[in-house]
Structures are given as C-alpha cells and as structure tokens.
C-alpha cells in the first residue's frame, strides 16, 4: 500500500486511495488534521500534533512548531536534552501519521508519497526524502503541493480542456501553478513560488505590529509569553478573514495590554507581503503564455488562502472572478493520495497521466566576452530553462576562456538571477581540456533532469570523446549510512503514549495551556478540573474517563470562547 | 530518414489543435513519464513542435486575412525546415504564435514614464520601488510585461538628464521580472547594457557598445538589433508574444506622442 502525505508547515495529513477515490485517516483524536507540532513531556515521551501545539504555551522549552520552513538547512532544535534537524522532527510526524494510517489499515504501510511546495530547492526535497526514511518509510515519489490539489479538483470536477490556476499560500509557503486538462492529461505549464511566504509571516507582521505599538522588545518576552502572543496574533488574523477588525489582548510582564486593528491598518502592516505575492503570480502566467481571460478556474488551497487580502490581490492581478475555494486544508491531501495510486498503477486512474515541470533554471557559469578584449565572469548560462516538462535533457557547448587552459571547471547552479552568486550552488565537476584548435576545445555539457529530481550532468570533451559525469541532488547531506541508521533508531526510541490514551494526554495539554493562558479566579477553576480528571483517569475504567473527558473539553472549550471574546 | 513529429503521435499532418491534444494524450498512456522517459520526451517534443505549427499556421491564416503588417514581424523559422525530429540535438522549443491583440485600452506611457522619472530624480531608490508597486496599471500583467522593453529604452534615451543610479535598475529588475534569461533578450539587452555602464557619465561620450537610437522612430532598428548571444539560438523560453505585444502598445503610444 502506497499513501500520500501533505507534509505541512501548520497541519499535516495521511490517506489513501482505497476503492476508487482518496480517503484521508484520522489520528487518534478523530481529527486528519494534525498539527506539524512536536513536544517532548516529562517522562521524556513524544507528543506529536493537537497536544504537543497546545504545550507550545504551557511547555516552550520543550516543543516546537512550523520546523518545515527549516527544512533543507542544518538548524538543530533542542527538545528534553536532545537536538533534532529539521528533517528530524518531519520524520517523527511522519511517524505518528504513519501509525494513523496503520490503525485504519490494519498494516504498516512501507511506502509513500509525500508532497512539497512545488517551488521546494532541491536541498529542501532531499530533506523531505530523508525524513520519510527516517520515519522507515519508503519515499521514490515527492509530489507538488499545487499539483496535487489541481489534480484532485480537476479530476473530481472532470474538468476537461480547461486551464487551471492554483494558488496554494500554506502557512510557511506560497505556490501558484498552471495546469491544464485534457482527455486524462493533467500538464503543469508553470509553477513559480516564494518559499518563505506564507500564514505564519502575517501573522509575525501582526505580533510585530502589537509589539512596536507597546514599544516592547520581543527577546524581553519570556517563551511562554513570546508564544501566546504568536497565538492570538494568530487568532486576530483568523478574525480579519471574516470580521472587519481584531483585538489582540494578553497581559505581558504583568501589565495588561490590548490592540485594536481594522482591515486596512492590517492590510498597510502586510503591505511587503502582499507585494510579495505579486511576483511568483506574474511569473507563472508569463511562462506559461496562458492568458488570464483563458483561464476556467482560479482555485485558491492552503490555509491562508482564507486570506480576504490573497482573493484581492489576485483578483487584481487577473483582471477577474470568481476565484474558487476547494476544502483549502484537505485538497492536497487528496492530491497526494492520487499521486501515489498513480505510482501503484491504481486501475481506477488507468486513463490518468500526469506531467509536471521543473520550476528552477539549471545552468552553469560562464565567462562573458565584453569585446575589446575584455571579460565579465561570474555570468549564469541557463542550459535547462525553468518551467520546462519533466524529464527532460538539453545540451549546450562551452569553451575555454584562454588559449593556454588545459582544464576548466564546471560550476554548476539554480536560480534565476543573471549572476551566479545570486543562485545556489550545485556542485562542480573539473575537465580536462586539449589544447589546439578552437573547435577542438569543445566541450559538450548535457543536463538530464528526471521526475524525481534528480539532476545528471554529463561533460563531454568532443574531441577526445572523454566523458565526465555528476549525479546531484541525491542524499549529500554528508551522514554516512552508519550514521543515518543510529540517527533512525535513536528517533525509534523515543517512546510514545499508546494510541487510546493519547485522547487523554490531549485533553490535559489543552487544560494546561488555558491555564497558561487565564489568571485568578479561572486558573483555581481550571486546575479543579484537571486534579478531577485526573482522578477519573486513575480509575481506568474507559466508560467513565471518556465521558469526562468529553464533559471536560466542553467545559474548556467555554472557557477559551469566554476568554477570546 | 529521420522520423517526424507527426510520426511521434501517430497523426497525419494537422494544424487542428483539438486532434493533436488527443492524439498526444493517447500516446501519452504508452510513454508515461515515470516508466519510459525517452519515449516520453520524444513524444513531448514533437507534441509541442506540432503546436507550435498549427499556431503559426493560425497566426498566418489571421495575417494573411487581416492584411496585416503583422505579417513582416513573424519571427517563428520555417516549420518544414524543423519538421524532422532529431531528439540528440539541442531542442528547441516550437514558438508560439504571438497574439498582437492590446491589452488595455486608455495606458499613456508619456504621462506615466515622465511620473516614473520623478522618482527616479528623488534619488533613493525606495521611492520609485514604493510608486511602482502603488501604481494601478501596473497590476495588469500583460500590460507591465509589455511596458518592458519601453521603460527600458525610454530610460536609456533619457539617462543623461534623469541619471538613475544601480539601484534604480535593480529596482526597476526586480519590478519589471527581469531574469537571466530575459536580460539577454535583444529587446532589452541593449538598453540595460548602456544604462549599466553609465556612458552618459563620461564627457566626451565615446560612442557606447550599442548606441541608443535617436528617438521612438527608431524603435524598429532596436528591437531588431541582434546580439549575437553566447552559443546558442536565443528563442528558447522567450515570452514573443508579450514582446510583439509591447511592439504594437508602442506604435499605439508612437502615434499618440504625434
């Protein structure tokens, strides 16, 4: 059984395609939504999701959040005495979604598809990779986010000879894809990104906002301060998508503080992010050439596409309406799930191909004759262009700058920017060179990039007919095998609570945050609740802790309603 | 004999759209991406060649029916001279037919070049950054990427008197999308090579690499400057038909300056 996985900066889900059609499992709380949150308690055991999101109030030191947008970089996290990577804490929620899927499934599964913002670089995918095997889950397949959700919306709406736009602003990334539809061909002509946009950052602007109108200092903030505050600016922007204005309020440092914002004060505080959603817009419609009076749909996914300011702002980039919300939170999901039929060769998707692109030009650096005898170097030569269909190979020639040169360097890069030490860098590969005539100094370079990719480069000096080959992109990261096992089973190890109970440990991480976050009289009642509850949990008689529980969480949810409004 | 694109598909030769999708798609199931990634490239690329002459054939239908002079700007290379598929050579992409329809009605760009270029006289880049991105014309797409290669030329003709500084052309790069692929460009590459070597700046202004033209008349000439480039033809990935479509805008305004 192959299931697909939407691995998010907020949320992260699992499912399947079982008869005919995507089917997302829930975790133990009866939710498929499972927050990308980690925590570590004090018997050293693993939190993962709704609990572990909530300690992030009551217990800072020893949870942690949002680790996606990390991922790629070697950032370490320290967590009950031990440090964890990025791809780390991906692995353990891939772990716990896995053990999701397995309790619908009855078995285990052994591979996966999992998705990724389409605009991912390539060091961002193999840690994507990485934490699917660190979870001892098979991943041969990532899938485009975008993509996905396309997918599962064209294919459901039977969508055909249709060009579809997809907007895709998760809480850490934002994508917009073009794909089109025809006679069971779903063609993705252009995806185009910002990997460091997303939900999470307008919510900084507004946590930034609160903080300068109180002339505070953030690191003044204590951890358990510094993450209520992210919450209800969090809670104020979820606001500002249905209601004309917010109110953040929180008491900080003993002294009780509050903030009113309307929509505009909040649209002029995103005004540097909602600009920088203009750009990734305007370049995938220019590389795709579809015009936007062409386009069927516009479909906005993603948990921040909620955002009245994204609908606007792409409204007015297209010159049109209506623009159509799909279950933002759970298209990918289903996308992914169709992803990983496709790869099982699903018979109910027999018809169904899908071909995606590669969104960043790949190219080498080269030394630019400026005539009169003078050079520039440091210039980008894109071999393969952006947003060209996957796999594909394209080959340009290059000679060496000097007449006396035997060898030349081959530096080879990503990105879109004219210099290369605006890209990111690849990897090198040295070739000799002959000397004597121009034409024989030639030297063929091939670029072969495959739907997993995986980037080949293939140096072919002509005249010798001497070959030179670099494989990138695959897993580099500099851990030998040895070490990659010790670094699986020390994540093996760390112990979680078994599955039914975790309802319960949940529902005490949710009292104890709203303790967190009340004073006084509400604190003494909050903590009545939770020694009753505790009590009930002593007795072990399953009836009675789970009608507790259920009467314990209405009791919270009143309190946090009281408490908000 | 080599083998052509209509081969590929299976298709006798067409210029309906609709049937070369279809007989794509069918392939398609054969050539999966995934399973036969030669066949699937081959098969991509003669499906994108085949479009590519069934819209320059649509292009020429529309010419020739119009009369238009649109006619002598047909960039695209002779489809039959590239018919045969040589999947081992460097490919290139077919050209898509350029829609030389105006995007907006009612765009001045006199009025708009000469606000631009207060901005630019403020000195600090942030200014002209902050009016772009505030200015409304500039959220249609298809109008701001036909604008480029006139802001471009625009700019060059009067850097003397407005003198924009580095960080007014990375403002306006950054604004406009200029990347390494579209720097190059003929259309552009001219214009921003000058105005990057600040060869106004020297007095006895030794004739730049690419002079600029003397005036709009000279458009023409501009855009039909070819630097060679690197190795390799230029057209790959090249957006022609907002380039042609900024050449139209530009006739518009031309005629409206008169």
Redesign the interface.
């Known amino acids: 059984m192959i299931v697909g996985i939407d691995l998010g900066t907020t949320h992260s889900l699992i499912g399947a395609f079982l008869d005919g059609k995507a089917t997302l499992f829930p975790n133990p709380l009866g939710d498929v939504l499972t927050p990308s949150a980690i925590s570590i308690d004090e018997d050293g055991r693993l939190l993962v999701g709704r609990a572990a999101r909530d300690r992030l109030i009551s217990h800072p030191d020893a949870s942690v959040a949002s680790f996606k947008r990390w991922m790629g970089s070697s950032r370490e996290t320290k967590l009950g005495g031990r440090s964890y990577r990025p791809e780390d804490l991906s692995a353990l929620v891939i772990r716990s979604l896995l053990d999701d899927a397995q309790a619908v499934l009855g078995t285990r599964p052994t591979e996966a598809v999992i998705s990724v913002p389409a605009y991912f670089s390539d060091a961002q995918r193999r840690a994507t990779r990485r934490a699917g095997e660190l979870a001892a889950v098979r991943v041969d ?1 990532l899938i485009n986010e975008p993509t996905a959700a396309a997918m599962a919306y064209g294919l459901g709406e039977q969508l055909n ?1 249709a060009y579809v736009l997809v907007l895709d602003l998760g809480g850490g990334t934002f994508d917009v894809s073009i794909l089109e539809l ?4 779903v063609k993705v002509h252009a995806s185009a990104g910002d990997n460091f946009l997303g939900g999470d950052d307008f919510t900084q602007a507004l946590r930034d906002h609160f903080l300068r109108t109180h002339r505070i200092r953030q690191e003044t903030l204590k951890p358990a301060e510094a993450s209520l505050l992210w919450l209800r600016a969090e809670h104020a922007k979820h606001a500002l998508s249905v209601e004309r204005s917010a109110r953040i309020q929180l008491t900080l440092g003993g002294r009780d503080l509050s903030m009113d914002i309307d929509e505009a004060q909040f649209e002029s505080v995103a005004a540097p992010l909602l ?1 920088r959603l ?2 990734p ?3 995938a ?3 795709s ?1 579809v ?2 009076a062409n386009l069927a749909e516009i479909v906005m996914v993603g948990g921040a596409a909620r955002m009245p300011q994204l609908s606007r702002m792409a409204a ?4 049109r309406l209506p623009l159509r919300h799909v279950a933002p939170d759970e298209a990918i999901a289903h996308g992914a799930c169709m992803a990983a039929a496709l ?1 099982a060769r699903d018979v109910a998707l ?2 169904i ?3 995606d692109v590669c969104p960043h ?1 790949l ?1 080498v650096e ?1 030394s ?1 004759d ?2 009169n005898g003078q050079r520039s170097d440091g210039h ?3 071999i393969i ?3 060209r ?10 000679y060496p700058v000097h007449a006396q040169q035997t060898k030349v360097s081959l530096r080879v890069f990503q ?4 210099k290369v030490t605006d890209n990111i860098s690849l990897g090198t590969l040295e070739i000799a060179v002959p000397t004597g005539a121009t034409e024989d100094r030639c030297v063929d370079v091939r670029f072969t990039y ?2 997993n990719g995986v980037l080949q480069v293939e140096a072919t000096v002509r005249k010798t007919g001497i070959r030179h080959e670099l494989l990138l992109m695959q897993d580099d990261n500099g851990l030998s095998e040895a070490e990659a096992k010790s670094r699986m089973a020390e994540l093996a190890s760390l112990k979680v609570h078994p599955r039914d109970e975790q309802p319960n440990i949940a529902a005490i991480a949710r009292a104890e945050r709203l303790y967190a976050e009340s004073l006084g009289d509400q604190r003494t009642h909050i903590q009545q609740m939770l020694v009753q509850f505790q009590a009930v949990l002593g007795t072990q008689d399953l009836a009675l802790v789970t009608q507790h529980r259920e009467k314990l969480l209405e009791a919270l949810d009143a309190l946090a309603a009281g408490a908000i409004a | 004999m080599s083998v052509t694109a209509w081969d590929v598909l299976g298709l006798a030769e067409t210029d309906d759209v609709r049937s070369i ?2 007989a ?3 392939a ?2 054969q050539a ?3 399973e036969d ?1 030669a066949g ?2 081959q098969l ?1 690329s003669a499906y994108e060649w085949a479009l590519g002459y069934a819209s320059h054939c649509a292009h020429e239908r529309a010419a020739s029916a119009a009369e238009s002079a649109a006619a002598e700007t047909e960039a695209t290379a002779s489809p039959s001279a590239r018919g045969d598929l040589q999947p081992h050579e ?2 290139e992409t077919a050209i ?1 037919a350029p ?1 030389s329809e105006a995007p907006q009605g009612g765009f001045d760009f006199g009025p708009f070049f000469e606000q631009m270029g207060e901005q630019i006289l403020k000195g600090n880049p942030l200014h002209l950054k902050e009016w772009l ?1 505030a200015h409304p014309d500039m ?4 109008l ?2 036909a604008l480029i290669p006139h802001v471009f030329d625009a700019l060059a003709h009067n850097a003397a008197a407005l003198d924009p500084n580095r960080g007014h052309l990375a403002t306006l790069q950054t604004f406009f ?1 200029v ?3 579209l ?2 460009h003929p259309a552009i590459a001219p214009a921003i090579d000058f105005l990057e070597s600040k060869a106004w700046k020297q007095p006895p202004a030794p004739a730049p ?1 690419a002079p600029m033209p003397a005036g709009w008349e000279n458009l023409d000439e501009v855009m039909g400057r070819r630097r060679p480039p ?3 033809s230029e057209s ?2 090249i ?1 022609w ?2 380039i042609l479509m900024g050449l139209f805008l530009l006739g518009r305004i031309a005629a409206a300056m008169h």
Do not use: C, H, M
């Not at chain 2, 959220?139 to 298809?142: D, K, L, P, R």
């Open positions: 397949r000879e025809f006679d069971g061909v600009q203009r750009v817009i305007e370049r419609i220019r590389d050439g015009r936007p007015r980039l297209l010159g790869k027999e018809e191909v899908l071909t030009s190219g080269v630019r400026l005539g980008f030569d894109p262009e952006r947003n269909t996957v796999p594909v190979s394209r080959s340009r020639e290059y990105g879109e920017n004219t495959d739907i | 999708k279809r794509y798609a069918k398609l199931k999966r991406p995934d990634p699937f490239q991509t460097t490919e898509a829609k991105e959220y249609s797409i298809e701001k990427w999308g990347d390494a692929t720097r190059a690499e690197p190795r390799q790959q990935g957006p038909w907002l």
